[in-house]
């Protein structure tokens, strides 16, 4: 199966996808990052890896679905079958969707539909919960709202702080996202 991998950030869960062994054995390719941060750490962990990386800026674009047509025009003669959204900072549009219906996933650090959107760890931390989580679901037209694959819980500890709670989220993160694109791969 072929993916593209879609980050703007560190790449710790490109990283967990691209270096999972039973991924690879059962067929996982990944044919190219496609990061829109030109200075993302993620870029030098592809390189690391020999995967094809394509840098877009949203600023190089007039409009959301200009950027968006730039990225099909170039993932188009790659038949990649899935996006696999790990760490991408951007809203994904129809422009998009419409190329790959039900063939994008996200993760998310919580536990959907609680704390959607960015800085959810932080907002979880602060919330007064005792639990947040990592939800992984396919993409949809809205922030975090597509339908959930996999969701587990991650509680938040008295003696936590913002990033040891980040650490043991990251940590289940980098845990479940390989064992869903498992299960995707296996009903391939």
């Known amino acids: 199966m072929k993916v593209a991998i879609f980050a703007s950030g560190n790449g710790t869960n490109f990283e967990a996808l691209a270096d999972d062994k039973m991924l690879k054995e059962n067929g996982l390719e990944i044919v190219l990052l496609v990061c829109d941060k030109p200075k993302a750490a993620v870029i030098e962990k592809a390189k690391l890896r020999n995967i094809p990386i394509f ?3 949203l600023s190089d ?3 959301r679905s200009d950027y968006e047509q730039a990225i099909v025009n170039y993932l188009e003669p790659m038949h ?3 996006i696999l959204l790990a760490g991408y900072m951007r809203v994904v549009t129809k422009t998009l ?3 790959y219906p039900g063939r994008i996933i996200n993760i998310h650090p919580s536990y959907l539909p609680k704390f959607s959107g960015l800085d959810a760890i932080a907002r979880a931390f602060n ?4 639990s ?3 939800t992984i679901h396919y993409i949809d037209e809205g922030v975090d709202t597509g339908s959930i694959i996999r969701q587990e819980t991650v509680p938040i500890l008295d003696s936590d702080t913002v990033d040891t709670l980040e650490q043991r989220v990251h940590d289940k993160e980098h845990e479940i996202y390989p064992e869903v694109v498992l299960n995707l791969l296996k009903k391939y």
């Open 97 to 99: 969707l419409n190329v």
């Open 80 to 82: 990649i079958e899935y």
């Open 132 to 134: 947040t989580g990592v």
């Open 55 to 57: 840098i877009n800026k």
């Open 127 to 130: 919330s007064g919960e005792n």
């Open 61 to 63: 674009y007039e409009t």
